[in-house]
């Protein structure tokens, strides 16, 4: 459930950021994010740790029961996103191997 601070008018956004930190290893290989509706933007980013960074990462998406995917370039980074705009109902979703 999310909470406002007060009521939003129509066609009004509200921003929101959701920040996870594990204290223990965690060895998941994927996130993902449910749109149940249409969403002006959509945003997924996950950092990793710079002495353990995958190999590879790809973003994906599945709308309808199709899923489309494609790979993304760290370029010696450590973070990868995922941005979608004009996004839903549907799954985005980033996901990695070493």
Do not use: Q
Request: charged residues 30%; contains cysteine.
């Amino acid at each position: 459930e999310l909470v406002l601070d007060r009521e939003l008018a129509k066609g009004e956004t509200c921003p929101y950021e959701l920040s996870i930190e594990l204290a223990e290893p965690f060895e998941e290989t994927w996130v993902d994010h449910y749109a149940a509706r249409r969403l002006t933007e959509l945003l997924l980013w996950v950092r990793f740790d710079p002495d353990r960074v995958p190999t590879h990462v790809e973003r994906y998406t599945v709308d309808g029961g199709d899923e489309r995917s494609e790979k993304l370039d760290l370029r010696n980074g450590s973070s990868a996103h995922a941005l979608a705009r004009g996004f839903g109902p549907g799954v985005l979703g980033l996901r990695w191997g070493w």
